[in-house]
């Protein structure tokens, strides 16, 4: 039988995670010709603007872990390294949550690497902490999401 899920985000840190979304994300959108009929088509991407501070990855991690948010295992920008995205709690099971940020592996804080560069295996080590546990992987398959796979998948 599923726990019950912890308290929602309290408004304040709704809105810290949205500004720290906007700091290390850069949006572009751009008009392109989808072909010799003359029609465009828009197409919007988002690429790295900087790392999270230290600061800002400890209040990422205590609010993951107090609020039990749902995480999944993903692919970097263009499909190159590792990320990972966290989303809030929905409404009622079966219905999927909204992102809340997504970071990717070059987004930790160099901090967390001993020899200052990032390193893959320790870029899983730390995100799937937060998405391999039993409890994630419950809220996950509530929300009607599947289960994270193991590294492999998520490297291009």
Not at 22 to 44: E, P
Not at 65 to 73: D, G, Q, S, Y
Request: glycine share 6%.
């Amino acid at each position: 039988m599923a726990q019950p899920i912890r308290h929602e985000l309290s408004a304040k840190d709704l809105v810290w995670l949205e500004m720290l979304s906007a700091k290390i994300w850069q949006r572009h959108q751009t008009v392109q010709r989808a072909n010799l009929s003359g029609h465009t088509m828009r197409k919007d991407y988002c690429t790295e603007k900087r790392s999270l501070t230290r600061q800002e990855f400890k209040r990422l991690e205590r609010l993951i872990r107090a609020h039990e948010l749902p995480c999944t295992p993903g692919s970097g920008v263009f499909g190159f390294g590792l990320s990972l995205t966290i989303f809030a709690h929905s409404a009622s099971p079966g219905v999927k949550p909204d992102a809340l940020i997504r970071i990717t592996g070059k987004q930790l804080p160099l901090m967390l690497f001993p020899d200052t560069q990032s390193d893959e295996g320790k870029v899983w080590e730390i995100f799937s902490s937060f998405t391999h546990t039993a409890r994630n992987r419950e809220l996950l398959s509530l929300y009607g999401f599947e289960p994270p796979r193991e590294r492999e998948y998520y490297e291009y």
